[in-house]
């Protein structure tokens, strides 16, 4: 895999992240093939598959509710195949979400193992086509 190709995937998956912390709600499409390409199993309920839709909505949801948000991502691998690539890492989050209905918030101190599929388009930049987050039990 080149070098240059790794590095601005790891760039994507970092600023991806970031946009909790930002809180650039809007910016979270630009990461996300939108399309009926897109699919996503998260680690928090529901625990559907989400097309690009439901999972653009939850996220936006997720991103805004989460107050003193961290991150740090560990131990990640990426495969290139052609177009399309692989990675897999560990992701640490902790912060605050609240629920402004019910003015109950809970802390958040997880690690969950990603995968995340990228292709490569026409554009010929990277965008993110299915993700997979399975919570560690704690």
């Known amino acids: 895999m080149s070098n240059e190709a790794s590095a601005k995937i790891r760039e994507l998956i970092y600023n991806y992240f970031q946009l909790a912390k930002t809180k650039d709600l809007e910016r979270i499409r630009e990461f996300l093939i939108g399309d009926e ?23 936006q949801l997720q991103f805004a509710s989460i107050s003193d948000y961290e991150f740090r991502i560990e131990d990640m691998k990426i495969d290139l195949l052609g177009d399309t690539a692989v990675a897999t890492f560990m992701l640490h989050t902790t912060g605050m979400v609240v629920d ?21 388009g026409n554009d010929r930049r990277w965008q993110i086509v299915h993700q997979h987050f399975s919570k560690l039990p704690r």
């Open 100 to 120: 402004d209905y019910s003015f109950r918030g809970f802390t958040v101190n997880d690690v969950s193992r990603i995968t995340i599929v990228l292709y490569n």
């Open 37 to 59: 390409r897109f699919t996503k199993f998260g680690d928090s309920p529901p625990y559907d598959r989400r097309d690009f839709e439901r999972a653009l909505m939850l996220e």
